[in-house]
């Protein structure tokens, strides 16, 4: 249809006009369709934009620890959107007894020197959980809630009842070498022990190997 009308047109223009009107109309008409191209072009990006998100979208880390015993729990807690107050009572009720748990296991069984910082009077409250070195980069792994808007349509979705506000919250983690974290919403105390631990042997493992230097250098920049 395209080719055809174009045809159409170029015919009509020749016989009119001759060549110099088949220019001219080429000119006039070149700028809008380049407009239109770079519109489609927008377009493009977006689309494969939004296909590698949704291709790249995991499921969520916590998920390694699920069994069937709890999928009730667990099915509840994803039917339900959190809100900041939500947040602060997991980590005031779950992480930070989690914490204290390994903090004295650590302690009282390995004499090391741990400390625990809540941070609930920030903009995102949060808590942390250190292991101090005197000669490198102490260990750090935190939990602070993450606020994330919700768009209008998901709100306006009669299929999605539990979905009314505009803003959501997660306990998301962040670590001292500063990775990215993930939601834990879904941890027990027992799981954020495991998860902590998990984090503590890949420290480990860095202090036994390259990580040493780089490490012991960062701890030594940061003095001077």
């Known amino acids: 249809m395209w080719g055809v009308l174009m045809s159409v047109v170029a015919i009509v223009l020749m016989q009119s006009g001759g060549l110099a009107n088949l220019q001219a109309m080429t000119l006039l008409v070149a700028l809008p369709f380049a407009m239109l191209m770079l519109l489609m072009c927008f377009s493009l990006w977006k689309g494969l934009s939004a296909d590698k998100k949704y291709f790249d979208t995991k499921v969520n880390p916590t998920s390694i620890f699920w069994t069937?015993?709890?999928?009730?729990?667990?099915?509840?807690?994803?039917?339900?959107?959190?809100?900041?107050?939500?947040?602060?009572?997991?980590l005031k009720h779950t992480v930070l007894p989690a914490m204290r748990e390994l903090r004295q296991e650590l302690i009282g069984k390995y004499d090391l020197?741990?400390?625990i910082n809540t941070l609930f009077d920030?903009?995102?409250?949060?808590?942390?959980?250190v292991i101090q070195k005197d000669l490198m980069r102490d260990f750090m792994y935190g939990v602070k809630s993450i606020g994330r808007e919700v768009s209008e349509q998901l709100i306006n979705d009669?299929?999605?009842?539990?979905i009314q506000h505009s803003m959501t919250y997660e306990p998301y983690t962040y670590f001292f070498d500063g990775r990215v974290g993930y939601d834990v919403q879904y941890m027990d105390q027992d799981e954020l022990i495991a998860d902590m631990l998990k984090h503590y042997e890949r420290y480990l493992s860095l202090l036994d190997d390259v990580g040493q230097?780089?490490?012991?250098?960062?701890?030594?920049?940061?003095?001077?």
């Open 113 to 115: 020197s741990v400390q």
């Open 158 to 162: 009669d299929n999605l009842p539990h």
């Open 68 to 90: 069937g015993d709890k999928w009730k729990e667990r099915l509840e807690q994803m039917m339900n959107q959190t809100q900041e107050k939500d947040i602060l009572r997991f």
């Open 213 to 224: 230097e780089l490490m012991a250098h960062e701890q030594t920049e940061l003095a001077e």
């Open 122 to 129: 920030q903009d995102e409250p949060a808590v942390e959980l």
